[in-house]
């Protein structure tokens, strides 16, 4: 199994940018599957980003596209997630998870196995 602690949330300005930073242990990220979600207050946990990185893929929440970006850095066991442009309807908890499965779209929760306990972003107008 892998635990994950997210990091890098905070209050910015709309039009502002954060680096969300998802620290991995347990094992090494480069066997599972990463994805962003995130849950803003009285909604449901969404899908954000995820990326194969083996299979040369990304995949982003049409409200992100251009403005957020996932990447990883193996040697730090780290998946970050940039977000530019940020807007108040970014306001949310980001959670990191992995996914332990296979040929997976890696779009939905069910297909994820370990979640992080989440960081506050909020956007202010």
């Known amino acids: 199994q892998v635990q994950l602690v997210e990091s890098g949330g905070g209050l910015v300005q709309a039009g502002g940018s954060l680096r969300l930073s998802c620290a991995a242990s347990?094992?090494?990220?480069?066997?599972?599957?990463m994805g962003w979600f995130r849950q803003a207050p009285g909604k449901e946990r969404e899908f954000v980003a995820t990326?194969?990185?083996?299979?040369?893929?990304?995949r982003y929440a049409d409200s992100v596209k251009g403005r957020f970006t996932i990447s990883r850095d193996n040697a730090k066991n780290t998946v970050y997630l940039q977000m530019d442009s940020l807007k108040p309807e970014d306001t949310a908890v980001y959670y990191c998870?992995?996914?332990?499965?296979?040929?997976?779209?890696?779009?939905?929760?069910?297909?994820?196995?370990?979640w992080g306990q989440g960081t506050q972003v909020t956007v202010s107008s």
């Open positions: 998870a992995a996914s332990r499965r296979g040929g997976a779209l890696l779009l939905s929760r069910a297909e994820y196995d370990y």
């Open positions: 990326g194969s990185w083996s299979g040369g893929w990304t």
């Open positions: 347990g094992r090494t990220i480069s066997t599972y599957g």
